[in-house]
């Protein structure tokens, strides 16, 4: 029986483990993915207590922080496993949790639990759709281009165009009873395209190189759109994300032609598919 259980020795030639400090670039991204996380889960609250306006920007603020995080890192080269992951549960609470529960305050309660199913379904639609970037991040043999594209809307574009009924609402749109399934309607079809393999454009490979003559535009239009969503934010939502789901098909279309694209560069270059030459 003492073969089975034997005691514990230590070894007394172990050292104690020193540490070594952390560097301050490892630190900075997971500093911003964690106020951003600190905006989602005081939107819950916000949503809660009724203030739906303030719940809205503090999950804007957090998309826009969630965009920050991992250019930051990456100019800072301070990549790393574990920035990744709290990342990607930060994204869950922000994007998926938050504008469930603050779209179900808003109004799916009104639908009782069929409303309560849908805003499971959106926030469950962001799990499995992070989940699913996450593996595709191992992934060895997806070529390079296709980074510039996202397979299904991203956790925040879902976050941001989810919310539209709460952006018209603050316009003025007043949705009554005939209004709670269309917006219960609007909302599965987010979580649906959330969960769905539609390619969608990234632009994670923008701002690595700008031309010289687009800096100044570049600045003028920065200024120009920070402008408008400080005067007129709902407005500027509102636009954004009818924009961005109207973009949809032609993200899929410029996928599919590049897929094409590869498809036919693939068969030139393999060694079977040459023509035979011609007989004297």
Partial sequence: MDDLFPPFAPDANDRPRRFRPVPFRLIAPNMITLLALCLGLTAIRLAFEGRFEPAVIAVIVAAGLDGIDGRVARL?????????????????????????????????????????????????????????????????????????????????????????????????????????PVILVYVLVIALLVVSTVPTFSGKTWGKRVPRDLVVPIFLVVVVGFGLVISFPFEAMAAVSVAYLAGLPFGAAQYRKRLKQETAAERLAAPGDSPAAPKA
């Fill in 76 to 180: 800072l080269k301070g990549t790393s496993r574990f920035g990744a992951e709290l990342d990607s549960l930060a994204d869950f609470v922000n994007f998926g949790c938050a504008p469930a529960l603050i779209l179900y305050s808003f109004t799916l309660h009104n639908l009782k639990s069929v409303g309560w199913i849908v805003a499971l379904v959106f926030a469950i639609a962001m799990c499995l759709r992070l989940a699913r970037f996450n593996a595709m991040l191992d992934d060895p043999n997806r070529p390079e281009w296709k980074k510039d594209y996202f397979v299904g809307m991203p956790a925040p574009a879902g976050a941001i165009t989810g919310m539209l009924p709460l952006y018209l609402h603050f316009l003025g749109f007043d949705f009554a009873a005939w209004g709670r």
